[in-house]
């Protein structure tokens, strides 16, 4: 049997990751009892609270803790659900009385730990990701990093397992880190029949695709900014780190350092993710085709704009645009038997 807090933190609690993890381990125990595997339940399931009761978005739910933290001695598994990026240093401080806890299961109880979402930020106050790598919402990725530089912030993947610590991306990908962790405590077959039950793609690890690069503006350096609006005006154009240095009277080295620092990205990192992002909106919602889109955001070389799209997206141009242009959606009317 294992032993599972799921914690119900303050603040809006994001609903769909404490019902869904707790809708999925119920499945697993249904289904392992019909297989004859198990009398009993294999996951014992706690909602466990800072307090009993809890009123959200202004008393449309409440959520009833069957536990405090105060009442488990010792668990196995730790599952943290996402805390509101619009509020996030509020509900970091509402919460950081669930890290003593945290602690003490993992260090003294060995219990696992797994953030979902956005409760990677709650999961990193803990110290236990410095070193580790860790996923979560790509939205909160440019502050994660600035919060908690120690951490080995993954922005692809879906689900991390590193040491009986897991993390999973943003949203709904807490499904695909529930099929892991069942398929680890109970087996493939287990993860398949809730892939089927639940209808999750089974076994997605890249979250790319999802992501919209918005460029990280969050910074003091006027210099750069004014680089980054260049470069994002000037898509089409084939843009050197040479020519921005010059432009803005800096030295070619000192500017990629700047860039890099304010940033995140080097000069050439954030030019590549810029024009892939105008090519993913035009394969969105638009009839052109790989080449037309190509040579639109600057790019001469197929094999080249191809490379730098799956890296960027996770899926290649012409997968993408068939993936999320309506349009292109076609339909072929079945053979005669």
Known sequence: MKHVSILVPKGNAILSNVVGPFKV????????KKAGVSDSDFFEIHLVGLDKDYSLYEGLFSIHCNSTIHDIDKTDLIMIPAIRPDKLEEDLDLNKDFIPWILHQR????????SMCMGAFLLAQTG?????????????????RKMFPKVHLVSNKIVTDEDGIYTSGGAFSFL??????VEKYCGRP????LSK??????????????????GQKDHEDDAIKEAQKYIENNVKNRISVEELARKYAISSRNFVRRFKKATQNTPLEYIQRVKIEAAKRSFESTQQNVNEVMYQVGYADQKAFRTVFKKYVGLSPVAYKSKYNRSVAHYERPTAW
């Open 25 to 32: 381990l119920m499945a697993a125990n249904q289904f392992l």
């Open 107 to 114: 260090n003294v109880n060995k219990a696992e730990v797994a």
């Open 128 to 144: 236990l990701v410095d070193g580790k790598q860790c996923s979560t919402h790509w939205a909160g990725m440019e502050m994660f």
């Open 176 to 181: 695909n880190l529930m099929l892991h962790l």
């Open 190 to 193: 287990t993860a398949i029949y």
């Open 197 to 214: 039950f639940f209808e999750i793609d089974m076994d997605r690890v890249d979250q790319n695709q999802f992501a919209i690069f918005q």
